[in-house]
């Protein structure tokens, strides 16, 4: 089912940037993902959602191996995700990640949270590197705060500064997960205004949320998930005015009718 | 209800009432605020008048400061005898050092606040130059000390004093730290054999008494070496304390690794940072920084547990002291000499404490609250 899904979504001239076959995982015992088969376009916006504990951040997160999977494959860029720690620092590099938290280094003004990896990883020199940052500072608006530290900053701020961190790899995959979950309700608009502007200039990205109108008017493609198996994926307007599975409705009606 | 003052929204600043403010204030809040708070500072008060007096009266008005025996410092007055420090005072700073060459120590000790200075300040002019020379300074002042290369030879067995628990404390200090850090990321790490090596090694050494330990370096060792090798007394026990503070600082910056949120390491490793690199910016100043009252207690117990050599013959200040008081001369001046030594050691501790109070305001970045 989901290889047609794949199919009939798909165009023959994109490139796809990341493959994911019958890929499964556990912790201990429990079998948290289950067959996993997800091609992702370049270019393309998935919104994956679906309840608590079902799998949804464990699957975004195997993408830059935070987690790691046991069986199947994992192909991000033309290259496998294996125990091999070269690859793992090969996709890492090109694959960016947001976290509920933020997850911003304390101990290090903003723009050297910026700076940090581009110089570190990329081996880019110190005052390219600052240019770099201050232009995705002024992308999400506050180049003002570039030498305050993350904890002067209000949790949407922070969360801005973490997306513009993420960019300064220059990455050719942006994942969210759960981006916004840990903001307060006022804050929550100024993260997805970024994150609208970032699907708008082609960034390929896989966004965990619960924010179902940013799935209406960004996402290619909505996946949900339910007990570590992708039940059902489509296009937005397909996958919410027209749900398949009875799974699905009920999600649906739970989180729409409140 | 009340009419407010002001409208809605027009709500201006005001300042506190003024009687929760000011030295009137801080006396009602600290000193007078409950029934038992009062008993508090009245025996206080009362502890402080009886005490004060009398020790000033003992160690100042009512003491002899000049000379040569206790006799004719008990014929002057009925304090302190500080005489008795002033004729030691060499002995106690320098130990047996041979007289003509007590400037080598005084250079180093000189060199020493020169090397720690840009250690510990992070605005001293020239501070990367004074990073390099602080890099060099234990080879500068084991050369100063222990001589050679045209320097008369010095043999550590006249070490003594002052100067032998700062030759002691410092290097354990020194060398603690950087080995402690490697042994609480080895006993987190995921090869195995790194893990179980660095867990022996911490639950060894801290599993057994530094007093032990210092026996095992003065005698057993002899035991495992091969019979005609000479290895210097102060050396294995420089190794023995330095490797007993090691396996404590390990599990005090493990505390520190522990506390850190998982998002910091997934960050790090989400950004492809490579695992020295992520330790080294990300994790350890962070980790370090949580862990400055852990390290610096450890450092201070490492100077205090040096007075520990006595028992194997070393002779640290208490050791000096000691001997000093089985001279007839000045026999039952302990108060005198203990007094001394411990005022030596808790100018040197206190200021370790204070200057770890310093580190951690000049490191808070605005997440504590």
Known sequence: MNESANKSNGNPEREIVIVIRKMHKWYGQFHVLKDINLNVERGEKIVICGPSGSGKSTLIRCINRLEEHQDGEIIVDGTELTNDLKNVELVRREVGMVFQHFNLFPHLTVLDNCTLAPIWVRKEPREEAEATAMEYLERVKIPDQANKFPGQLSGGQQQRVAIARSLCMKPRVMLFDEPTSALDPEMIKEVLDVMIELAKGGMTMLCVTHEMGFAKTVADRVIFMDEGEIIEQNKPHEFFDNPQHDRTKLFLSQILNH | ?369
């Open chain 2, 1 to 369: 209800m009340e009419q407010s003052a002001y409208k809605p929204g027009e709500h201006p600043n005001l300042p506190p009432p003024s009687n929760t403010v000011g030295p009137i204030a801080w006396v009602r809040a600290n000193l007078i605020s409950s029934p038992t708070n009062i008993v508090l500072t009245v025996l206080s008060i009362w502890f402080l008048y009886e005490i004060i007096p009398a020790t000033l009266e003992w160690a100042f008005m009512d003491a002899a400061f000049t000379g040569e025996s206790r006799d004719e410092c008990r014929a002057k007055a009925g304090g302190a005898c500080w005489a008795f420090i002033g004729e030691r005072f060499n002995l106690f700073t320098y130990g047996f050092y041979p007289a003509d060459e007590r400037w080598r120590i005084d250079l180093a000790f000189v060199l020493l606040c020169v090397a720690l200075l840009p250690v510990l300040w992070d605005r001293c002019p020239f501070r990367k130059y004074g990073l390099y020379f602080a890099c060099a300074f234990p080879f500068i002042s084991g050369w100063l000390l222990l001589g050679g290369f045209g320097l008369m030879p010095v043999d550590t067995d006249e070490f003594g004093g002052f100067m032998l628990t700062l030759v002691i404390g410092v290097t354990g200090i020194t060398f603690s730290l950087p080995i402690g850090i490697i042994l609480a990321l080895g006993r987190q790490s995921d090869m195995p054999i790194v893990r179980v090596f660095s867990i022996w090694f911490i639950e060894f050494f801290r599993g057994v008494p530094l007093i032990t330990l210092l026996f095992v370096a003065s005698t057993m060792l002899n035991y495992f070496l091969p019979t005609g090798t000479t290895f210097d007394l102060l050396l294995r026990v420089l190794i023995m304390v330095t490797l007993f503070a090691s396996a404590y600082m390990a599990e005090v910056i493990r505390g520190g690794l522990q506390a850190l949120p998982r998002g910091q390491y997934e960050a790090a490793d989400s950004m492809g940072l490579k695992y020295w690199t992520s330790m080294r910016l990300i994790i350890l100043p962070q980790a370090l920084k949580i862990s400055i009252p852990g390290i610096v207690n450890t450092f201070i117990g490492l100077y205090k547990d040096t007075t520990l050599v006595i028992i194997i013959g070393l002779l640290d200040p208490l050791g000096v002291g000691r001997s000093s008081l089985a001279d007839t001369k000045w026999t039952g001046l302990s108060n005198e000499m203990y007094l001394f030594v411990a005022i030596f050691f808790f100018i040197s501790c206190f200021g370790m404490s204070r200057y770890s109070l310093y580190l951690e305001k000049k490191l808070a970045t605005g997440y504590e609250r």
